[in-house]
């Protein structure tokens, strides 16, 4: 499964904010808020590398790539995972208030985010798994339709065939009955 890079993203963002100069809307605000979004990218970048490292980046990329093109499907207990740890992260009241403890407090957090995490990594290597079979499933149908390619000109060779020999004894029925003969 094709991943995105963190260039192409930023190469993405960066052709937006160009093509909104060149429209002509408010290049000021439009430039504090490409700034804030890359900043934030940046950070939620961090932290996930931190939290999950590499291949969480790369599962939520790539799944979130799979699940836009409709290559595969959001599992129910992923779309529940991810939405409860949004909730959680956004709802005030946590486990451990991050105010009282600053450094304990985040402790849950970083597992609310590790659980979800994990679900979005276990529905990449599904969603990679069912692209990989259905792949396999279109080559095989395309050879499928090769031999069924085949096996109908081989029918109609010989349904050549089978016309040019009924001709054929046609012509001799012909040829013979004249002579007075029978086949």
Known sequence: MENISKEELENASKKAHELG????TNTEK???TYNEAVSYFHKVHEILKIIGGEDAIKSLLSVGKAILEGKCAPSTKMIITVMGALAYFVL?????PD????????IDD??????ALEAVKSESIKCEEHIALVE?????????????NQIEQELEQIDKIL??????????????KDKGGEL
Do not use: S
């Open 21 to 24: 100069k060149a429209i002509g």
């Open 30 to 32: 439009m430039e504090k």
């Open 92 to 96: 005030p009241m946590d486990i451990v």
């Open 99 to 106: 105010f009282l403890v600053p450094i304990l407090g985040f």
């Open 110 to 115: 970083y597992f609310v985010a590790r659980i």
């Open 136 to 148: 396999k499933r279109k080559k095989k149908l395309e050879e499928y339709r090769e031999f069924l």
């Open 163 to 176: 016309n040019q020999k009924d001709k054929y004894e046609e012509f001799i029925r012909f040829m013979l």
